[in-house]
C-alpha cells in the first residue's frame, strides 16, 4: 500500500518507520527540507519533501501536524489526492477536527494513536512506538464503511490496541487521562518553582527522583502540544479540572482538620481505583 504522511514529527516519523517495515510504500511531506533528508536517511520514508505533489498515488494519508494549522493543511492537500484516498488523522482532539475536516473531504476518518514521549521532532521517532498502545478512530454517521476497515487492518500492523468511540466521547475520556495530567503535571512544578528560600528550593531539587519524575514528566513536555489540547478540548478540560479541584480540596481539608483517618480512606480508595485505569 502507499501511504502519505503530512508531518514528520515524533508520531509522523514513528509510524513511517513501522509502516515501511511493514512493506508498505512511505511518501513523507515536511516543510523543512533537513527533515525531509533526516526522514530518508533514517529508513522513515522512501520519498519525502515539501510538495504534495509527492502523495498524488497516496492510498492512504496521515495528517500528522499539529492541531491549529490541520484544517489550513488539509486543504491545501486536498488538490493532490486521488477521489478513492483515504485521509484520517493523529490529533489528540477529535470533536473539532471531525467537524472542520469531515466536510473537506468525504473519506475522512479522525483517528488517535495514544502513544507518544516528552520530546517532540523526528529524531525522537521510534519504531515499535503504538505496540500495545490504544489507537482511537472515531468514525461519524458519515463515514464511509469501507475506510474504516483499511485503517483497522493498518492499526493492526502497529501492534495497536483498536477502540472507536465517537468523537465527543473521546474528548471527554482523553480529557481525565491525557489532558488533565498535563496541566496538573505542570501545576505542580510550578507549584514547587515558587518556594521562597533559595537554599530550600535546591534541595528539592537535588532530591527530586522517582516520584516527582512521574508526577512531573507530561508537565514538563511539549508546550504547543498543551496548548492545542486546552484550546481545542476547552469545555471538556474545564470541566475535568473542576472535578479535580474538588478531590484537592478534600486532601486539604482533612489535613487542616486533622482527620487522618479520612485521608487514610481516601488515599485508600484511590490505591485501588488506580488500578481501573493502569495495570
Not at 478513492?84 to 473537506?104: Q, R, Y
Not at 481525565?176 to 496541566?183: G, K, Q, R
Not at 487542616?256 to 483517618?261: G, S, Y
Request: charged fraction near 20%; charge should be negative.
Amino acid at each position: 500500500m502507499k501511504i502519505g504522511i503530512v508531518g514528520l514529527g515524533l508520531i509522523g516519523g514513528s509510524l513511517g518507520l513501522d509502516f515501511r517495515a511493514a512493506g508498505h510504500w512511505v511518501g513523507g511531506v515536511s516543510r523543512q527540507q533537513a527533515t525531509c533528508d533526516f526522514a530518508i536517511a533514517q529508513g522513515v520514508a522512501d520519498a519525502a519533501g515539501s510538495d504534495f505533489e509527492l502523495l498524488r498515488d497516496a492510498e492512504v494519508v496521515f495528517v500528522c501536524t499539529p492541531l491549529g494549522v490541520m484544517q489550513q493543511t488539509t486543504q491545501a492537500l486536498i488538490p493532490f489526492l486521488k477521489a478513492e484516498t483515504i485521509l484520517t488523522d493523529v490529533g489528540s482532539v477529535k470533536a473539532s477536527v471531525v467537524e472542520s475536516l469531515e466536510p473537506l473531504w468525504p473519506r475522512f476518518i479522525g483517528g488517535h494513536p495514544m502513544a507518544g514521549k516528552e520530546v517532540a521532532g523526528i529524531q525522537a521517532a521510534q519504531a515499535h512506538l503504538f505496540v500495545d498502545r490504544p489507537y482511537v478512530l472515531t468514525p461519524s454517521s458519515n463515514t464511509p464503511g469501507d475506510i474504516k476497515a483499511v485503517l483497522i487492518e493498518l492499526i493492526q500492523t502497529l501492534g495497536s490496541k483498536y477502540y472507536e468511540c465517537s468523537p465527543a466521547q473521546h474528548d471527554r475520556a482523553v480529557a481525565w487521562i491525557s489532558h488533565l495530567p498535563v496541566m496538573v503535571s505542570a501545576s505542580l512544578i510550578a507549584a514547587c518553582q515558587q518556594e521562597p528560600e533559595t537554599s530550600s528550593l535546591a534541595l528539592a531539587q537535588a532530591l527530586a527522583s522517582s516520584g516527582f519524575r512521574d508526577t512531573s514528566r507530561v508537565g514538563g513536555g511539549n508546550s504547543e502540544l498543551g496548548r492545542m489540547m486546552a484550546q481545542y478540548n476547552r469545555d471538556e478540560l474545564l470541566r475535568s479540572i473542576q472535578f479535580y479541584r474538588q478531590s484537592l480540596g478534600q486532601i486539604e481539608m482533612a489535613i487542616e482538620q486533622n482527620r487522618w483517618d479520612d485521608l487514610e480512606t481516601f488515599l485508600s480508595q484511590t490505591h485501588q481505583d488506580r488500578t481501573n485505569f493502569v495495570d
